[in-house]
């Protein structure tokens, strides 16, 4: 499922209902919603007792059996990090025996791990929040979440590129134009 807003209409008419043998299906927000408004209303289409949320600002080449795995073990909130050379542009995560315990915003400069992008929820994680109402999944839910409920973490090794700023998007055509060869 993909949660669109601005330009919806050309993402789904250039990828239609399936895509690389994928079934698609469109969760389109009629005013912005944020990270996490987008995703409690994406969520009332899913039919699984968990759903796996990539931002789409970010490639990220995940261990997704591995992860999956791990759900089915432990059926708590994940947050995918990533270990990077510095924080500084996305902030980082303070973590404790395999689990996230507070998020730090950007601006600390140096090695660290850092929110992925990427997150593996209960349905109904979200429900305590306004339906069609906007808020930001990371600063209005998992700031707090952190210290008041159990959310592990998972430390993926696979590519990441946060596509954000114009020196990553430019590098990002360079390097997945070559994982597509």
């Not at 389109?28 to 409690?40: K, N, Q």
């Not at 409920?149 to 134009?177: K, S």
Request: with cysteine; aromatic share 12%.
């Amino acid at each position: 499922m993909l949660s669109l807003g601005y330009m919806a209409d050309r993402v789904v008419d250039h990828f239609g209902n399936q895509f690389s043998g994928m079934d698609l299906s469109f969760e389109i927000e009629h005013s912005p919603l944020g990270t996490g408004g987008a995703v409690r209303q994406a969520m009332l289409r899913c039919q699984a007792d968990h759903v796996f949320v990539f931002n789409g600002d970010t490639y990220l080449d995940l261990e997704v059996d591995d992860v999956e795995s791990y759900w089915q073990k432990h059926r708590v909130p994940i947050i995918v990090a990533r270990d990077v050379e510095d924080t500084e542009r996305y902030g980082r995560l303070k973590l404790r025996d395999g689990r996230v315990v507070e998020f730090f915003g950007k601006g600390i400069s140096g090695a660290g791990v850092i929110n992925a992008g990427c997150y593996v929820l209960p349905i109904g994680i979200l429900n305590d929040f306004p339906m069609g109402r906007p808020f930001s999944l990371e600063t209005d839910f998992f700031v707090d979440a952190v210290r008041t409920q159990r959310i592990d973490v998972f430390v993926t090794h696979g590519h990441f590129i946060d596509i954000g700023v114009p020196e990553d998007y430019a590098r990002a055509q360079i390097e997945l134009a070559g994982l597509l060869h």
